[in-house]
């Protein structure tokens, strides 16, 4: 019975590709149990986890939500308004006091990078990042990774075009180095002024030209596009965003082409209604497929008990 | 106290020595120095193998007192000075109220007359409360004992400001020391932008937020024939255009801290407060540029930075922690493992960026190891090695970026105005 032999999972970058392997494998049973009347699993008996977030989320809270009930662990949900960040208790002293109180394992969403490796470094309790600032979201990357292999059949040698935001996008960080690690080709789309071009240094494809970043590739992930960069001076205006870099019908003429998007989506800017739409669009499944995820991260790093025995 | 230094090799770049030489002082003051000195019933000090200096100055340290004794306190602050081998600091304006008036400069000087280990130099705000906007009085300021002028901290955005300020300190011959820095490009950074700072998802502040303001503040000196002080450069294109203002013959001076040319961004430890400072650590093609700029005397000073937190404050997000790191107590060490030792630098030559070249920029009177005057000493044992760790340091601070790092090279007494206030690494007051 194989498990992740760490205590957090904190991000891709630190993740062997025999690991992602182990979870994209593991999170495999897990979804054939949806479709079956057994959707409870005890595998997490006993077991408290408290979801803290620190940034407002609705999906990603809910997803971990349902696969740690679905394993059977206690849950608690704990959201903290951004304000005390900076005003109220430590982020420190937060999480050493629910480590009194016994907890096992901690889910947590920050909006500083890094906010959860600091604290899985100080408390010996098990801390899954449900994302941190834009640095990393590695159960998205891996739920984008599985959904791209259950349709493609590999990550090896697929070309995977990341488009948009991808400065300020923990989406597109993870995605990164899971894709990487994977053997996949990676290219990232978008504005200049949204695109590093320090990402070269990890092998990837730098494009600012949509049509041309476009050809050849096997899946497109559309990140969402967050207003606020307009006031941020990054681009004129949403209305220019969407011609220059919205995926639309007349952009996206393959229709052999996965289209993905994390969620929640801006129709009409970075994604047209007739795209998110239509039969080429896995957006539903990836969600569906966050669940699978989830539950085989937490399994893998505190369950007990043996997923293939109950499959079988 | 009859006190004989033997066997120590002298250096003295104020007085142009670099030999092995004895120093016998009695009730503080020196009276001999030669070879061989033998004197009776004298406290003897054997600095074989040893490096004795002029106390060593550090232009650029924050003591916070008035207003945040919590991270130090002039007796704090003097005390680690002490124990890294400083016989003086020169504390900068930031405190709480501002040092921006005749009141608060004196305030500092006499919390240092009474508690401070060290020399005390207090530095006056360029601006009042350091906000950008109206001039402090320099003239009163003078009058009351500043050596400079700095909103350090806080770069004076408005380069009119600027000007004023340089012409309006040419009266009273006041350095102006500039914090570089165009906050715009900085925005809300907190670490080198570039490959680190992307693949960590940390926010950038390019070197160019550095360098487009030295270039301005050397234009502004060029144009009303003024004196610029750079502190703590910390990139290659400002070491350039030092280099170039020094071309022609401008009155430009530059300062490094030995974080930025001993450490890089490669070498953060992810997410730790600790390696936090601004400007912050740059690449290693930067810091390459830093000790080139140190061999060519296109930087003059080393200087501490040293910029004390509270433990609370540093164990937290990086992006919410406050900047700046703690540093006088590793000045030395990290000068001769990252300089003297690869040879890069000289003794005598790092000595001088310690001593004699921001005495000479700060106007403080400094007789080195002379007859007949003050004793005002460093002793330095190159050979001495430590794990550095918290309980090392007498600082209040210890956000330190070298705790748990093997460090060499450690000042072993120090003696300010004939009185010896630190012996083996024991603060003696």
Redesign the interface.
Same mark, same amino acid.
């Given at each position: 019975m194989k498990r992740l032999n760490r205590k957090d999972l904190l991000d891709l970058?630190s993740l062997s590709k025999e690991e992602i392997e182990l979870i994209l494998d593991t999170a495999k049973p897990f979804k054939e149990l949806f479709t079956k009347t057994k959707k409870k699993l005890d595998f997490l008996k006993g077991k408290t986890i408290v979801n803290i977030f620190y940034e407002p989320s609705t999906r990603t809270r809910t997803s971990f939500e349902i696969a740690e009930k679905r394993l059977g662990a206690d849950v608690i949900n704990i959201t903290v308004s951004s304000s005390s960040?900076?005003k109220g208790e430590?982020?420190?002293d937060t999480i050493k006091t629910l480590t009194a109180m016994s907890a096992d394992i901690l889910v947590m969403r !920050?909006s500083? &990078?890094? &906010?959860p !490796? #600091?604290i899985a470094s100080r408390v010996p309790i098990s801390v899954i990042n449900g994302g941190?600032? #834009? !640095? &990393?979201h590695p159960t998205q990357a891996l739920l984008d990774m599985f959904t791209i292999r259950e349709k493609l059949g590999t990550l090896k040698g697929k070309r995977i075009a990341l488009i948009g935001d991808i400065l300020f996008s =923990?989406v597109a =960080?993870s995605n990164i180095w899971g894709l990487k690690k994977m053997g996949a080709k990676v290219r990232i789309i978008g504005p200049a002024t949204l695109v590093?071009e320090? #990402?070269k240094?990890?092998d990837v494809e730098v494009f600012f030209d949509l049509k041309e970043g476009l050809k050849g590739v096997d899946v497109v992930n559309i990140l969402r596009i967050q207003r606020e960069r307009q006031k941020q001076m990054l681009f004129p205006t949403i209305r220019e965003y969407n011609r220059l870099f919205g995926i639309d019908e007349k952009t996206l003429t393959n229709s052999e082409v996965l289209v993905m998007h994390p969620g929640p989506m801006n129709r009409g800017i970075e994604i047209s209604d007739y795209i998110a739409d239509s039969e080429q669009a896995v957006i539903l499944e990836q969600v569906t497929n966050g669940i699978a995820i989830r539950m085989a991260v937490l399994y893998l790093i505190a369950g007990e008990g043996d997923i293939n025995e109950i499959i079988n | 106290m009859r006190l004989l230094i033997k066997n120590g090799r002298v250096v003295d770049p104020i007085n142009n020595i670099d030999e092995k030489l004895d120093i016998y002082i009695e009730k503080g003051v020196i009276k001999k120095i030669a070879k061989n000195i033998n004197i009776d019933d004298v406290e003897i000090y054997n600095a074989n193998n040893m490096i004795v200096t002029p106390g060593l100055i550090d232009m650029h340290t924050h003591l916070r007192e008035p207003g945040y004794e919590q991270k130090e306190k002039i007796s704090t602050g003097s005390a680690a000075a002490a124990m890294g081998g400083f016989t003086g600091v020169v504390c900068m304006a930031n405190t709480n109220p501002v040092t921006d008036n005749q009141a608060t400069v004196k305030l500092i000087l006499s919390i240092a007359e009474k508690e401070g280990i060290v020399k005390v130099y207090p530095v006056a705000a360029v601006t009042k409360n350091q906000e950008g906007k109206e001039l402090t009085e320099f003239g009163d300021l003078k009058n009351v004992g500043v050596v400079a002028l700095s909103d350090d901290g806080n770069p004076i955005m408005n380069a009119e400001l600027m000007r004023r300020a340089l012409e309006y300190a040419k009266m009273f011959d006041l350095p102006i020391l500039a914090h570089c820095e165009d906050k715009n490009l900085s925005g809300d950074g907190v670490v080198n932008e570039?490959?680190y700072?992307?693949?960590?998802?940390?926010r950038g502040i390019p070197d160019i937020s550095e360098s487009v303001m030295v270039a301005r503040d050397i234009m502004l000196t060029k144009f009303t024939n003024s004196k610029l002080h750079i502190m703590h450069i910390s990139t290659k294109r400002s070491v350039e255009l030092v280099r170039q203002a020094k071309e022609e013959k401008l009155k430009v001076t530059a300062e490094v801290t030995p974080h930025h040319f001993s450490l890089t961004e490669d070498d953060i430890v992810?997410?730790d407060a600790n390696f936090k400072m601004n400007p912050p650590l740059r690449s290693e093609e930067d810091r390459k540029a830093l000790i080139k700029g140190l061999q060519d005397d296109t930087i003059e000073v080393i200087a501490s930075d040293h910029a004390p937190h509270t433990l609370?404050e540093k @164990?937290? @997000?990086?992006?919410?922690a406050p900047f700046g790191i703690i540093g006088l107590e590793t000045v030395v060490p990290l000068t001769f493992m990252n300089l003297i030792n690869p040879g890069f630098l000289s003794i005598f030559d790092a000595i001088k960026k310690l001593t004699l070249n921001p005495s000479k920029i700060l106007k403080i009177k400094k007789e080195g190891i002379k007859k007949n005057v003050l004793a005002d000493i460093t002793v330095i044992n190159p050979e001495l090695e430590f794990i550095y760790n918290k309980d090392m340091i007498v600082s209040k601070g210890t956000n330190s970026p070298f705790l748990g790092k093997k460090l060499k090279s450690f000042p072993v007494m120090t003696i300010v105005e004939g009185k010896m206030v630190m012996k083996d690494r024991k603060i003696m007051v």
């Amino acid at each position: 019975m194989k498990r992740l032999n760490r205590k957090d999972l904190l991000d891709l970058e630190s993740l062997s590709k025999e690991e992602i392997e182990l979870i994209l494998d593991t999170a495999k049973p897990f979804k054939e149990l949806f479709t079956k009347t057994k959707k409870k699993l005890d595998f997490l008996k006993g077991k408290t986890i408290v979801n803290i977030f620190y940034e407002p989320s609705t999906r990603t809270r809910t997803s971990f939500e349902i696969a740690e009930k679905r394993l059977g662990a206690d849950v608690i949900n704990i959201t903290v308004s951004s304000s005390s960040v900076v005003k109220g208790e430590s982020l420190l002293d937060t999480i050493k006091t629910l480590t009194a109180m016994s907890a096992d394992i901690l889910v947590m969403r !920050h909006s500083s &990078a890094g &906010a959860p !490796h #600091f604290i899985a470094s100080r408390v010996p309790i098990s801390v899954i990042n449900g994302g941190d600032g #834009f !640095h &990393a979201h590695p159960t998205q990357a891996l739920l984008d990774m599985f959904t791209i292999r259950e349709k493609l059949g590999t990550l090896k040698g697929k070309r995977i075009a990341l488009i948009g935001d991808i400065l300020f996008s =923990r989406v597109a =960080r993870s995605n990164i180095w899971g894709l990487k690690k994977m053997g996949a080709k990676v290219r990232i789309i978008g504005p200049a002024t949204l695109v590093p071009e320090y #990402f070269k240094k990890l092998d990837v494809e730098v494009f600012f030209d949509l049509k041309e970043g476009l050809k050849g590739v096997d899946v497109v992930n559309i990140l969402r596009i967050q207003r606020e960069r307009q006031k941020q001076m990054l681009f004129p205006t949403i209305r220019e965003y969407n011609r220059l870099f919205g995926i639309d019908e007349k952009t996206l003429t393959n229709s052999e082409v996965l289209v993905m998007h994390p969620g929640p989506m801006n129709r009409g800017i970075e994604i047209s209604d007739y795209i998110a739409d239509s039969e080429q669009a896995v957006i539903l499944e990836q969600v569906t497929n966050g669940i699978a995820i989830r539950m085989a991260v937490l399994y893998l790093i505190a369950g007990e008990g043996d997923i293939n025995e109950i499959i079988n | 106290m009859r006190l004989l230094i033997k066997n120590g090799r002298v250096v003295d770049p104020i007085n142009n020595i670099d030999e092995k030489l004895d120093i016998y002082i009695e009730k503080g003051v020196i009276k001999k120095i030669a070879k061989n000195i033998n004197i009776d019933d004298v406290e003897i000090y054997n600095a074989n193998n040893m490096i004795v200096t002029p106390g060593l100055i550090d232009m650029h340290t924050h003591l916070r007192e008035p207003g945040y004794e919590q991270k130090e306190k002039i007796s704090t602050g003097s005390a680690a000075a002490a124990m890294g081998g400083f016989t003086g600091v020169v504390c900068m304006a930031n405190t709480n109220p501002v040092t921006d008036n005749q009141a608060t400069v004196k305030l500092i000087l006499s919390i240092a007359e009474k508690e401070g280990i060290v020399k005390v130099y207090p530095v006056a705000a360029v601006t009042k409360n350091q906000e950008g906007k109206e001039l402090t009085e320099f003239g009163d300021l003078k009058n009351v004992g500043v050596v400079a002028l700095s909103d350090d901290g806080n770069p004076i955005m408005n380069a009119e400001l600027m000007r004023r300020a340089l012409e309006y300190a040419k009266m009273f011959d006041l350095p102006i020391l500039a914090h570089c820095e165009d906050k715009n490009l900085s925005g809300d950074g907190v670490v080198n932008e570039g490959y680190y700072s992307t693949i960590k998802g940390l926010r950038g502040i390019p070197d160019i937020s550095e360098s487009v303001m030295v270039a301005r503040d050397i234009m502004l000196t060029k144009f009303t024939n003024s004196k610029l002080h750079i502190m703590h450069i910390s990139t290659k294109r400002s070491v350039e255009l030092v280099r170039q203002a020094k071309e022609e013959k401008l009155k430009v001076t530059a300062e490094v801290t030995p974080h930025h040319f001993s450490l890089t961004e490669d070498d953060i430890v992810d997410y730790d407060a600790n390696f936090k400072m601004n400007p912050p650590l740059r690449s290693e093609e930067d810091r390459k540029a830093l000790i080139k700029g140190l061999q060519d005397d296109t930087i003059e000073v080393i200087a501490s930075d040293h910029a004390p937190h509270t433990l609370f404050e540093k @164990e937290r @997000e990086f992006d919410l922690a406050p900047f700046g790191i703690i540093g006088l107590e590793t000045v030395v060490p990290l000068t001769f493992m990252n300089l003297i030792n690869p040879g890069f630098l000289s003794i005598f030559d790092a000595i001088k960026k310690l001593t004699l070249n921001p005495s000479k920029i700060l106007k403080i009177k400094k007789e080195g190891i002379k007859k007949n005057v003050l004793a005002d000493i460093t002793v330095i044992n190159p050979e001495l090695e430590f794990i550095y760790n918290k309980d090392m340091i007498v600082s209040k601070g210890t956000n330190s970026p070298f705790l748990g790092k093997k460090l060499k090279s450690f000042p072993v007494m120090t003696i300010v105005e004939g009185k010896m206030v630190m012996k083996d690494r024991k603060i003696m007051v």
